[in-house]
């Protein structure tokens, strides 16, 4: 580690220590407790890194486990009642069921050699290139377990569960468990798979993928939802490579290629716009409104060790947040997987 590298991480470690309200520098090889004000501003920091982090919930909770907030409105609440003969009857708006939340700790451990600490050191934006490596890597994972999560391990496996399957229990996977009358993963009763393309019959799946959604929003959501203008479509990569590659690929007009680009760019199936996620299930389409899905997070749950390591020429960053992920109305979701294309 160079002079200037050295100079460098000083600076950031009296900025953190400025950040977490200490009266010096964050010292190394200590472990904090992140106070609830800096907590929030490393919560911004982390939404302001992705767009779709910032289009669902990130809510804060005091306790590791309990009821959900019951965030956007469930049912329809009009009504209308004969004072002469039945008492009026007010109804909660929010979402609660019975289906509550738990925080579990999740660790975003992360390093940096020396040699590129020394490579960073002359910029000077340094300290936000440090940040921004672990901030963009910890939103890239909390995709990744939401869409992809099944289990909490005691010890994760990243070689087994390449795309954190293990970390905790997603979003899709508390569809499945929750509300499994809202997932759709085969046509054909034991074939474990939904055909769709020209081929494929009412008996298999679907001619297009617009007719899947059309469906799935017909039959899977609650009423109340089926008109609502902000569900969306969230679509795995090799689907929209099928829909929109073929006219991509194809030799165009001009004036085509202009409409192409426009439609490239307002992708829509089944009349939802369709979106394209980090880490989303290849094979899979969610279709819910994106305020419907959050990510608790507790308050004072967070905790960071920066430890300098020369027997390895790094420096590690050891750090946990306890965090739930929570479908608020299950309602308005649903999920089609196990998706096959056909010619």
Not at 171 to 200: F, M, T
Not at 211 to 225: F, G, K
Not at 329 to 342: P, Q, S
């Amino acid at each position: 580690m160079t002079p200037q590298t050295k100079l460098a991480l000083d600076q950031y470690f009296r900025t953190l220590g400025q950040l977490y309200g200490l009266s010096g520098p964050l010292e190394m090889n200590c472990k904090y407790n992140v106070a609830p004000s800096a907590q929030q501003k490393l919560e911004s920091r982390l939404q302001e890194s992705s767009d779709f982090m910032r289009r669902i919930n990130n809510v804060p909770v005091n306790e590791l486990m309990g009821e959900k907030l019951g965030l956007g409105i469930g049912s329809p609440i009009a009504s209308t009642t004969d004072t002469t003969q039945h008492d009026r009857q007010p109804i909660d708006p929010s979402t609660m069921d019975q289906i509550g939340y738990i925080c579990t700790k999740t660790d975003f451990d992360t390093l940096v050699r020396y040699e590129k600490l020394d490579m960073w050191a002359k910029f000077p934006d340094f300290q936000a290139r440090l940040r921004d490596a672990i901030l963009q890597r910890t939103a890239l994972d909390v995709m990744t377990v939401g869409f992809n999560g099944v289990s909490r391990a005691a010890n994760s496996d990243r070689t087994a569960n390449p795309m954190l399957q293990d970390v905790n229990v997603g979003w899709l996977q508390k569809i499945r468990i929750n509300a499994p009358q809202r997932v759709l993963n085969e046509v054909d009763d034991g074939s474990g798979e939904i055909l769709v393309g020209s081929s494929a019959t009412s008996q298999n799946g679907y001619k297009t993928l617009d007719a899947v959604v059309v469906d799935a929003v017909e039959n899977m959501l609650d009423p109340w939802y089926r008109e609502d203008t902000q569900l969306v479509a969230v679509v795995g990569r090799k689907l929209m490579h099928d829909k929109y590659f073929p006219l991509i690929n194809s030799v165009q007009a001009p004036t085509e290629r202009l409409a192409m680009d426009a439609l490239v760019s307002q992708m829509r199936v089944g009349n939802l716009s369709a979106m394209r996620v980090p880490g989303f299930p290849p094979d899979a389409i969610l279709i819910t409104r994106l305020d419907n899905l959050s990510r608790y997070y507790q308050t004072g749950g967070r905790r960071r060790t920066i430890v300098d390591n020369p027997k390895r020429d790094q420096i590690e960053n050891y750090e946990s947040s306890n965090d739930a992920y929570v479908v608020e109305d299950h309602g308005g979701a649903c999920l089609i997987e196990n998706i096959t294309l056909v010619a």
